[in-house]
């Protein structure tokens, strides 16, 4: 404790966010250093304030940026190896100072003993070859696989992003309808759905989709709230998996949802035949 | 439905709803793998995480895989590129608004994790935590043409909820943007100035045209119903 006078809340945030300067950050700063109560609310703060950047708008990393962290990574750890080579090299040729005053025998027994080794030598290089072969080979296709995962990411990002434009196109003159598209695979038990033109409910309530199967009962599948705009969307939420739906359908519960649907269906639809 | 709390702290049912589909996910990705022999007792696999050796051999929790980057093992720092490149791409992107320099500093942030993991402390929070507060330090030093930030990343303090699978990251992510889309405009946009542009009271005050006082009130205002809101 500081005398019971402690630094405001707002203050104890702009610390923790490193934007203060001057005599406002030492005055802070000296604070802290004798006040628990303080340093409490500083890590209370800080933890709240480190969540911030989830705020920010979804962004897949750029498809070749993975590349890129492992070159930097190989290269920093190139020259250790440099240096782990260097020793057997300075070995060799210590090696060949010894063979001027060892006895000419054992020198022809390693000429013959290098003839052997040369052929284990080609060998080996050509084991070389196909490994740097094979290693070509799944280098293509890990670009491919990570090619395809940056794409999938682009296309979930683009689904989630609050600030994609989105249009339901309808018959000229027709009012925009609160709308709700899902794509749903059942094998999989994967689900992404989109609404539009959703209306804004209470602040108690909360808009709940539901898989209704052909038989049992009908399946929780997120709650949500539409933004300021009505648009909304639930991206793969937790579903058992081979459970087709016979209809998909929305209601309004409480905020914090129901495991039975209680309110009123706002929207409903049943998947085309054909899937 | 399981429904685990990890802290004393617990957020809203909607998180915890979220979450215990995560322990569901996680249960069916392990029904997939293993057979019941190796959770005979149906333990959440939260409960199982820091078994020492698990019979792949496969370490997955961050801490192992910051171990594994310390002994400079590159798919382990690989695998934290996948599972935090994109938040902290995204992070670096919304301060700096150039997609270039905000690849130059996602490349920076996971290099510096290679070079020094030690930098992580755990007891200050998560691992998704820390590179979130380090991410936007970083770029708010770089929009500032600061130098990095003098001992604050040794001391910072980070958020402990876990953001370590897609699940948890996405729960978090609504949760703290209703809290946002949930304060007043004003309160917002000044919480938003402070934390993406590492603007002062001062510069706010100057930035928006509100007086100084009425700044440092709806800021507070701001921290105290983001708190609610992330603990309700």
């Known amino acids: 404790m ?18 203060l300067q001057g005599e406002e950050l030492a005055r802070v700063r000296t604070h802290l250093q004798s006040c628990a109560a303080c340093q409490e609310e500083l890590s209370t703060l800080a933890a709240d304030l480190s969540l911030l950047g989830l705020g920010a708008e979804a962004h897949p990393v750029p498809a070749h940026a993975r590349a890129r962290l492992l070159e930097s990574v190989q290269d920093e750890m190139e020259p250790a190896a440099v240096s782990q080579v260097h020793p057997i090299t300075s070995l060799s040729t210590t090696g060949r ?14 000429a013959v003993g290098a003839t052997g080794l040369g052929v284990k030598v080609n060998t080996m290089q050509q084991q070389l070859q196909e490994r740097s072969r094979m290693l070509a080979q799944s280098q293509q296709e890990a670009m491919r696989s990570r090619e395809e995962a940056a794409r999938s990411e682009r296309v979930l990002a683009l689904l989630k992003a609050p600030q994609a434009q989105r249009a339901t196109l309808t018959a000229a003159k027709t009012p925009a309808e609160p709308t709700g598209h899902a794509i749903y695979l059942a094998e999989r038990g994967e689900l992404i759905f989109q609404g539009s033109h959703l209306k804004s409910l209470p602040e108690d309530k909360a808009y709940e989709l539901w898989v209704i199967p052909q038989n049992g009962a009908p399946i929780p599948a997120g709650v949500f709230r539409p933004d300021r705009s009505g648009d909304a969307s639930v991206v793969m939420p937790p579903l058992p998996t081979g459970v087709p739906a016979k209809v998909f359908a929305i209601t309004v519960e409480r905020a914090e949802g129901v495991a039975k649907p209680e309110g009123p269906i706002v929207l409903s639809g049943v998947p085309m035949p054909g899937a | 439905m399981h429904v685990t709390k990890d802290r004393g702290n617990p957020r809203s049912s909607y998180v915890l709803a979220l979450k ?37 051999g496969e370490p997955v929790d961050d801490d192992l895989l910051l171990r594994r980057v310390s002994q400079k093992d590159s798919s382990a720092l690989t695998k934290l590129f996948d599972t935090y490149g994109g938040m902290v791409y995204s992070v670096a992107l919304r301060v700096l608004h150039d997609a270039a320099r905000a690849e130059d500093l996602l490349q920076e942030v996971f290099f510096q994790l290679w070079r020094k993991p030690e930098s992580f402390v755990s007891g200050r929070g998560s691992l998704g935590g820390w590179l979130l507060v380090v991410t936007r330090n970083r770029a708010i030093d770089i929009l500032r043409r600061k130098r990095p930030t003098e001992s604050v990343d040794d001391n910072l303090l980070a958020s402990a909820e876990s953001l370590a699978s897609e699940v948890e990251r996405e729960a978090m992510m609504q949760q703290v943007r209703r809290a946002l889309v949930g304060l007043p405009a004003e309160q917002r946009h000044i ?3 402070a934390y993406f542009e590492g603007l002062s009271h001062t510069e706010i005050a100057e930035r928006t045209g509100q007086p100084l006082g009425t700044v440092k009130t709806r800021m507070r205002s701001g921290l105290m119903s983001l708190r609610k809101a992330l603990q309700a």
């Open chain 1, 2 to 19: 500081n005398g019971g006078v402690h630094i405001a809340q707002e203050d104890l945030a702009l610390y923790g966010m490193g934007n």
């Open chain 1, 97 to 110: 100072r010894r063979t001027a005053w060892i006895p000419w025998v054992i020198a022809a027994g390693l």
């Open chain 2, 20 to 56: 215990s589909c995560i322990l569901w996910q996680e249960r069916r990705k392990t029904a997939l793998m293993t057979d019941d022999s190796d959770n005979p007792m149906g333990l959440p696999l939260r409960s199982q995480k820091n078994v020492p050796s698990s019979k792949r």
């Open chain 2, 191 to 193: 919480l938003e100035l």
